[in-house]
């Protein structure tokens, strides 16, 4: 093997990718990537030790853990930086707290150059863990934890932060690189899920605060006959700053992707030029940024290593990388990226071809929805609404996801689906109606914004005086993509939320011990029959 990953759904064979990633990630970068993680570990060991939350330190973590996600960073060059940075940091650490002896020795390791990064990365990788269970267990809170800095990341550029979570980031990295009891780290891993609900709340009052509720919104999904830049991926901020600089250049502002909720926020409503959603998921990006004509930026993780035909047209940001790509840095503290070079590629391209006409409609995160809660109890009520299901989560380029696609055709008339993320491009489409004015596909946002479903969840269980929250009539089909995810599914468990059902496939990285404590813990099972699936969820199973 020139490599080993398994950390997203569509590893090779749902076993692992040993050769290259199918992101398109090279065997290089993966190692990199994984010595960058086990650098990180190094940097919390130092910080546990010293008994510190240190921000700073903190905020480097989250930076390096984002940027190992799926789709998010494809340059060798980028990792290398990186892991010089985290050496230098961890060895600044060390001195400033004074912390000396014995220590593991992804506290202590050193490299001069390149390749001896390239020589300690073979020795660091995820299958250095021999026991299986020992190693999925581990993996599993790895993953939570980059679900989570990438939350942490995006409510961190709009001024929030929580010492609270920082500090579990550093626990639960440190905790890998020990010899712990299975209950203990089964605790570990629930604790991953008990912060990734705080992260979310964080950032949905981080996004809330600084831009408004998202409220109910019709969004254009026609072009107009100007240039324009295509922006995916999630980062508010930059959505932001773009838009705030693109303002009488006429140049328009379209969605692509995850970032189709930005339309749902009324800060972002005032700009005339925000023209609309061009697109669908992420994975079919290769033909919409063609077709697309002007530059298109990435904000964050969704890239897909990108054809000829458009290339250079592309533009990354943040912990985004590719070779050869443009890249927008960082700004100055408390300043704005500079995107006037995005722009002015954009006045030079044609307008972007249209894919579709019409619109969509979303925006029901939980302030929208709770804002109809009468409606919608009285609807459950008088038997109008049987059921919801929850459908959240990543799309991807699985045949098998078709089923989310039959799934959402299928249900029964008297059914809404609750849906957040990406995998509602598999149905938001179809034009499924509504009941009694209430929309049966009722979109709360980004994959984030799942934060939403649980508090409308919660909501509703209070007002039907339950006292669980599997007794609503809620059942859950969650499509599963990358560790974004994986921290939703810790989320949701950690709110004592069972009986999901969770596709295409089950994790890799669950060996059969670890999937057998879901199973008999929360009933998590997976996706199976369409039909046969239909037929157990109404049904409450």
């Known amino acids: 093997m020139s490599m080993f990953c398994y950390q997203c759904q569509e590893t090779m064979k749902n076993s692992g990718c040993t050769v290259n990633g199918m992101c398109g990630k090279k065997a290089d970068t ?12 190094g940097i919390a060991l130092v910080l546990e030790k010293a008994a510190v939350t240190d921000r700073e ?13 799926t789709n998010a960073n494809f340059n060798s060059g980028d990792f290398v930086n990186l892991i010089s940075e985290a050496l230098s940091l961890r060895d600044r650490l060390k001195k400033q707290y004074g912390i000396s002896g014995e220590l593991h020795d992804a506290a ?4 001069d150059n390149p390749d001896d990064m390239r020589g300690k990365a073979a020795l660091v990788g995820i299958l250095n863990e021999e026991n299986q269970d020992v190693r999925s267990l581990k993996e599993l809170l790895v993953y939570g934890l980059k679900g989570i800095a990438a939350y942490a990341d995006h409510a961190r550029v709009l001024g929030y932060e929580d010492d609270e979570i920082y500090a579990f980031v550093v626990t639960g990295l440190a905790s890998t690189t020990k010899t712990l009891p299975r209950e203990e780290m089964i605790a570990m891993v629930m604790h991953t899920g008990e912060t990734a609900v705080k992260t979310m709340a964080l950032l949905d009052r981080a996004n809330t605060e600084t831009y408004g509720n998202p409220e109910l919104t019709e969004v254009n999904l026609g072009v107009r006959g100007n240039p324009g830049i295509l922006v995916s991926g999630h980062d508010l901020r930059d959505m932001e700053a773009l838009l705030r600089q693109t303002e009488g250049t006429g140049v328009d502002v379209y969605t692509h992707g995850e970032m189709l909720p930005a339309h749902y926020y009324p800060a972002f409503k005032r700009y005339g030029h925000f023209a609309g959603n061009y697109g669908n998921a992420w994975w079919l990006q290769k033909n919409e940024f063609a077709s697309f004509n002007g530059p298109v930026l990435m904000t964050t993780n969704c890239l897909v290593p990108p054809a000829d035909s458009y290339r250079d047209r592309v533009f990354t940001t943040g912990v985004v990388g590719f070779e050869g790509l443009r890249h927008i840095p960082e700004p100055e503290e408390g300043g704005e990226k500079d995107f006037s070079e995005v722009i002015s590629l954009a006045k030079t391209c044609d307008p972007p071809v249209e894919l579709e006409s019409g619109t969509l409609v979303g925006g029901f995160a939980h302030h929208q929805v709770l804002a109809l809660a009468d409606r919608v109890v009285e609807a459950v009520k008088s038997g109008a609404v049987k059921r919801f299901v929850v459908m959240a989560g990543c799309d991807g380029r699985h045949k098998e996801r078709d089923y989310f696609t039959r799934v959402a055709g299928e249900l029964p008339d008297d059914t809404v689906i609750l849906t957040a993320g990406c995998a509602k491009y598999r149905y938001n489409k179809l034009g499924l109606g509504d009941i009694g004015g209430i929309p049966r596909v009722l979109d709360a946002g980004q994959c984030n914004d799942s934060y939403s479903l649980a508090v409308i969840a919660l909501k509703l269980k209070e007002v039907f005086g339950l006292d669980d929250i599997n007794d609503l009539p809620i059942s859950y089909d969650i499509a599963w993509y990358e560790q974004k995810a994986v921290a939703v599914l810790l989320a949701l468990l950690s709110l004592g939320v069972k009986g999901i059902r969770l596709g295409p496939t089950l994790p890799a990285f669950l060996s059969p011990g670890v999937a057998r404590i879901l199973v008999e813990t929360f009933s998590i099972k997976p996706t199976g029959d369409v039909k046969t699936d239909i037929e157990a969820m109404i049904s409450g199973h």
């Open 30 to 41: 993966a190692n990199l990537q994984d010595l960058l993680i086990y650098t990180l570990k």
């Open 57 to 69: 330190a903190v905020r480097f973590l989250i930076r390096g853990l984002f940027a190992t996600i």
């Open 108 to 111: 202590v390791w050193s490299a």
